[in-house]
């Protein structure tokens, strides 16, 4: 789908330029697997650092390489299929019946089905002329939603048990240890917010009030120049949306996506707030069914196209991740990888909140109420929706 000059373009700021990820993949196969669980010696020690682990940085702290810094293309393919032969080669001494490798696996598919999606990200601010447009792509313009407007409804009190339930299923080092938790009943939206509530945010004057943003949220907007969610483009006074492969007229119906900085104001200015992750979870008591996620869609779709959970709750899976009020932190008990002790923990900073649920561009073996996602609040790059509760 790439113009092969798109190799060497930074999309995202904070991110690598896209060439990293040629590698990244087999680079963390083979330290996790290769060298941490068979012990093998590496035949490329220089590509297996240089590849191993993304970035996310901090207090505006930008990476400054330079394309020319970057091994060519025909070199990174070299490494990949021999990694790939190599660890292909692992499958068939594995013991799958031991805890440990079988875990070690999943990791690596995990892994790779998460960059799936963390990729769409960043080949969503290539330029359009840099990429070709996908056969099963639908800007889905045409579709409206089914239900009517704005409404919420009350989740009742009651006993959530959160993270993942059983040591014996795989999950994320942060999804362990399950526990139990009380919620009191509180009122939610049952859609996420869409491009046109938060419209009349902005043309309420709400990126101008000081008073809805935090100190941090409001340096950034004055630091920025943001004005509008990043999705958005206006020209005199039409809007409209950036999609993958092209702009359209602003869906009012789709999910608005923003950074946490954003919902948070929206729902300042609306007298609500973000709900909890265990509001997320107690709400998701009531099911979650079938929604916009499993790559069935490269864009959002209508809220409310899917049908609604037990307690009318609608898109609690798919069609954006959605923002909590929660900082990502550990649950008592966690115990980090030992074979990848960072993947949680160097995040336990207090500068990143918890998303829930999944975007039209998350693999569905990754829809599972444990699963715990996670970014900064100044981070405007994602598929990341939202939706107010009131207690």
Same mark, same amino acid.
């Given at each position: 789908?790439?113009?092969?000059? /798109?190799?060497?373009?930074?999309?995202?700021?904070?991110?690598?330029? &896209?060439?990293?990820?040629?590698?990244?993949?087999?680079?963390?196969?083979?330290?996790? &697997?290769?060298?941490?669980?068979?012990?093998?010696?590496?035949?490329?020690?220089?590509?297996?650092?240089?590849?191993?682990?993304? @970035?996310?940085?901090?207090?505006?702290?930008?990476?400054?390489?330079?394309?020319? #810094?970057?091994?060519?293309?025909? %070199? @990174?393919?070299?490494?990949?299929?021999?990694?790939? !032969?190599?660890? #292909?080669?692992l499958l068939g001494v594995a013991d799958f019946a031991g805890f440990?490798?079988?875990?070690?696996?999943? +990791?690596?598919?995990?892994?790779?089905?998460?960059?799936?999606?963390?990729? !769409?990200?960043?080949?969503?601010?290539?330029?359009?002329?840099?990429?070709?447009?996908?056969?099963? =792509?639908?800007?889905? +313009?045409?579709?409206?939603?089914?239900?009517?407007?704005? !409404?919420?409804?009350?989740?009742?009190?009651?006993?959530?048990?959160?993270?993942?339930?059983?040591?014996?299923?795989?999950?994320?080092?942060?999804?362990?240890?399950?526990?139990? +938790?009380?919620?009191?009943? $509180?009122?939610? #939206?049952?859609?996420?917010?869409?491009?046109? %509530?938060?419209?009349?945010?902005?043309?309420?004057?709400?990126?101008?009030?000081?008073?809805?943003?935090?100190?941090?949220?409001?340096?950034?907007?004055?630091?920025?120049?943001?004005?509008?969610?990043?999705?958005? @483009?206006?020209?005199?006074?039409?809007?409209?949306?950036?999609?993958?492969?092209?702009?359209?007229?602003?869906?009012?119906?789709?999910?608005?996506?923003?950074?946490?900085? %954003?919902?948070?104001?929206?729902?300042?200015?609306?007298?609500?707030?973000?709900?909890?992750?265990?509001?997320?979870?107690?709400? /998701? #008591?009531?099911?979650?069914?079938?929604?916009?996620?499993?790559?069935?869609?490269?864009?959002? @779709?209508?809220?409310?196209? =899917?049908?609604?959970?037990?307690?009318?709750? $609608?898109?609690?899976?798919?069609?954006?991740?959605?923002?909590?009020?929660?900082? $990502? /932190?550990?649950?008592?008990?966690?115990?980090?990888?030992?074979?990848?002790?960072?993947?949680?923990?160097?995040?336990?900073?207090?500068?990143?909140?918890?998303?829930?649920?999944?975007?039209?561009?998350?693999?569905?073996?990754?829809?599972?109420?444990?699963?715990?996602?996670?970014?900064?609040?100044? =981070?405007?790059?994602?598929?990341?929706?939202?939706?107010?509760? %009131?207690?």
């Amino acid at each position: 789908m790439l113009s092969p000059a /798109a190799l060497n373009e930074r999309p995202i700021p904070e991110r690598h330029r &896209i060439i990293f990820y040629l590698g990244h993949m087999e680079a963390f196969d083979w330290n996790m &697997i290769g060298t941490w669980a068979f012990q093998k010696p590496s035949f490329n020690s220089g590509f297996d650092r240089l590849f191993a682990f993304g @970035i996310d940085p901090v207090d505006g702290q930008l990476p400054d390489d330079k394309p020319s #810094d970057w091994p060519h293309v025909e %070199e @990174i393919g070299a490494y990949r299929d021999k990694t790939r !032969a190599a660890i #292909d080669s692992l499958l068939g001494v594995a013991d799958f019946a031991g805890f440990l490798h079988a875990q070690i696996f999943r +990791v690596a598919i995990e892994h790779r089905l998460m960059h799936a999606e963390t990729l !769409a990200y960043m080949l969503h601010w290539i330029d359009f002329d840099l990429k070709e447009k996908s056969s099963d =792509y639908d800007s889905g +313009v045409s579709r409206r939603r089914r239900s009517g407007g704005a !409404a919420s409804a009350i989740i009742p009190a009651g006993n959530t048990t959160f993270g993942q339930r059983s040591r014996g299923a795989f999950g994320w080092d942060n999804e362990f240890l399950p526990h139990s +938790v009380i919620v009191p009943e $509180f009122s939610m #939206d049952i859609y996420k917010v869409t491009n046109a %509530e938060f419209l009349e945010f902005l043309l309420a004057g709400g990126y101008g009030d000081r008073s809805l943003w935090t100190p941090h949220a409001w340096d950034w907007l004055q630091h920025t120049g943001t004005l509008h969610p990043k999705f958005w @483009i206006r020209r005199n006074d039409t809007w409209f949306y950036r999609t993958m492969f092209e702009e359209i007229p602003l869906p009012p119906d789709w999910p608005v996506y923003v950074s946490h900085a %954003e919902a948070s104001a929206y729902a300042r200015w609306k007298g609500r707030s973000l709900p909890s992750e265990v509001q997320y979870h107690r709400a /998701a #008591d009531g099911g979650i069914p079938a929604g916009n996620f499993g790559f069935r869609s490269w864009s959002p @779709i209508p809220v409310g196209s =899917y049908s609604p959970n037990a307690f009318g709750i $609608f898109d609690l899976a798919g069609n954006g991740w959605e923002w909590t009020s929660t900082p $990502f /932190a550990p649950f008592e008990g966690f115990e980090p990888f030992s074979f990848y002790p960072g993947y949680s923990a160097d995040f336990f900073d207090g500068k990143h909140f918890v998303m829930k649920g999944a975007s039209p561009r998350t693999d569905a073996s990754l829809v599972r109420t444990s699963f715990r996602n996670w970014f900064q609040p100044h =981070y405007p790059n994602v598929y990341a929706s939202f939706r107010c509760i %009131e207690q």
